[in-house]
């Protein structure tokens, strides 16, 4: 079955800190991979997607990056951390065998102090 | 442009009634799905039901059923005897299908459901 896997579940960290997270996919194999951010109580913003290893589209100009060293693992990061990074971050992934369902992870409350 | 609009930022119904959350959306392709999102406060993202566009006839899952209008670019979704656990903020999305299309969600901004005892 597919399983998607992201932690840490919160995360406090410091301005000016890097931040790393991960996200990897079971059950699977080339999947389109997602990273969202979602203000509180607000809809989801598209950080970055997917559709390969080394293949990374980046939808807003901000202080992040991503990685997809592996077929089935995404990485965020950060070099330093600013105040409106703070957010909840939520990986997912799609594949067309699954009719474009997205799957998503358990999500990483990020609060930069 | 393609956007999703969710025009109810707030609902409310009493437990076991029913009620209705709007979605339109615009796109100029005709080959696409459409889903809803549930995420209750525990934050979990969970589909609710998904629709094709192809499919003239209207998706259902349990209590859960939409209203499809094609022409009109309409998306609702009904939920029939409302349960407690039915809170939860709703997401409208849609993603285009084919070769040249790439794989991202439109969403809507989402709409706040509270089933009330």
């Known amino acids: 079955s597919q399983t998607i896997h992201q932690w840490p579940a919160t995360l406090v960290q410091p301005v000016g800190s890097p931040l790393s997270l991960e996200c990897t996919v079971e059950?699977?194999?080339?999947?389109?991979l997602y990273w969202y951010r979602q203000a509180a109580g607000r809809g989801l913003q598209l950080l970055f997607y997917s559709v390969g290893i080394g293949q990374i589209s980046s939808e807003v100009p901000q202080n992040l990056s991503a990685s997809r060293p592996q077929d089935r693992q995404f990485i965020l990061s950060s070099k330093k951390l600013l105040l409106s990074d703070s957010g909840f971050y939520l990986c997912?992934?799609?594949?067309?065998?699954?009719?474009?369902?997205?799957?998503f992870g358990s999500g990483t409350q990020l609060s930069v102090l | 442009a393609q956007t999703v609009t969710q025009s109810q930022p707030e609902m409310s119904v009493q437990e076991a009634e029913t009620v209705t959350l709007s979605c339109t959306y615009d796109?100029?392709?005709?080959?696409?799905?459409l889903f809803w999102y549930k995420q209750p406060p525990s934050r979990q993202m969970i589909l609710v039901i998904r629709q094709e566009a192809y499919k003239q006839q209207n998706a259902t899952e349990n209590r859960f059923s939409v209203n499809f209008q094609k022409a009109a670019k309409s998306f609702s979704l009904k939920i029939s005897d409302s349960q407690l656990g039915d809170t939860a903020m709703y997401f409208c999305a849609f993603i285009h299908l084919g070769a040249g299309n790439n794989r991202k969600l439109i969403w809507g901004l989402g709409t706040s459901l509270a089933v009330n005892p």
């Open positions: 059950g699977t194999s080339n999947p389109n």
């Open positions: 997912a992934w799609n594949g067309w065998e699954y009719n474009e369902k997205l799957f």
């Open positions: 796109t100029s392709e005709n080959n696409y799905y």
